[in-house]
């Protein structure tokens, strides 16, 4: 049981310390309802428009609200401490720890995922979900899941698409130890996940000829297909297959990264010191 102590020890203490953070989420918070709200009248323009989609305009509108509370939760950028332990060299004393340094990185990743979007996500869906309705902008507002099933999945599927940002999140942590510098992964990952997740437009969107190969990414568990859920996209015979998607792929993203983390702390090359 001590071997698991740890990483529970490192989630609670950085979940705790991440939540003192109140007026970044606070300016977070402003920003994403700002943002939600111009996107939302994007998107309505486009249906008005006359365009046929595979997504309902009400389901769209939902789908970005979601989008908007937990964007903190996507893995766009590596962690600024792991950055910070290359450049003074301290990344070396991560090897003496008595722990399993993997899942001690990944409890860090996993609770810089949930603290922010923890902070965010629940005012947001009560501002989305009840006042816009009661100030009259019932077209602008987020609509309850059109089932009860839908609304037990979701959580699961919300917290199965958490497990596997904070997997892609540790992945690009270890990124760093081969690249030295946090800010090329960064420049590289941001705009991958933000549009193959789903961030930016839906995925049933995308062109026909895409769908196969952005619905079998790991990216679409992170936003498309828990928010398709919600909104009921997503038909019950097929919502096992979203969880095992979300599943497979965060245990092959953690067997990959336990594999790079071991092979790159043996040839790390220490800056600073």
Do not use: K, N
């Not at 600024?80 to 722990?99: D, F, I, K, N």
């Not at 019932?138 to 940002?165: E, G």
């Amino acid at each position: 049981m001590d071997r698991f102590t740890p990483p529970v020890a490192v989630f609670r203490a950085r979940f705790l310390l991440l939540l003192q953070y109140r007026a970044a989420a606070l300016a977070g918070f402003a920003t994403q309802c700002w943002w939600g709200l111009i996107r939302i009248m994007v998107i309505t323009a486009f249906y008005a428009g006359g365009r046929s989609a595979p997504v309902a305009l009400d389901q769209a509108i939902a789908y970005i609200w979601l989008g908007q509370a937990f964007f903190a939760m996507l893995p766009l950028t590596a962690d600024p401490e792991v950055g910070a332990m290359m450049r003074t060299g301290s990344v070396c004393y991560e090897r003496l720890r008595p722990v399993d340094l993997y899942a001690a990185w990944y409890a860090r990743a996993l609770a810089w995922r949930a603290a922010p979007s923890l902070l965010r996500a629940v005012p947001m869906l009560i501002i989305a979900a009840a006042l816009l309705p009661a100030l009259g902008l019932r077209a602008y507002a987020l609509h309850p899941p059109p089932t009860v099933a839908a609304a037990l999945i979701f959580p699961v599927s919300m917290l199965l698409a958490l497990l596997l940002s904070a997997a892609l999140s540790t992945l690009i942590d270890i990124s760093v130890i081969v690249m030295l510098s946090a800010r090329g992964i960064t420049v590289f990952s941001m705009p991958l996940i933000t549009l193959l997740s789903g961030m930016i437009i839906p995925l049933p969107l995308f062109p026909d000829w895409t769908q196969p190969i952005v619905q079998a990414l790991p990216f679409a568990g992170l936003v498309d297909l828990p928010f398709r859920v919600y909104i009921g996209h997503i038909a019950p015979r097929d919502v096992a297959a979203v969880l095992r998607h979300q599943l497979l792929w965060t245990v092959a993203l953690v067997l990959v990264g336990r594999w790079l983390l071991a092979r790159g702390l043996r040839r790390v090359v220490v800056q600073g010191g």
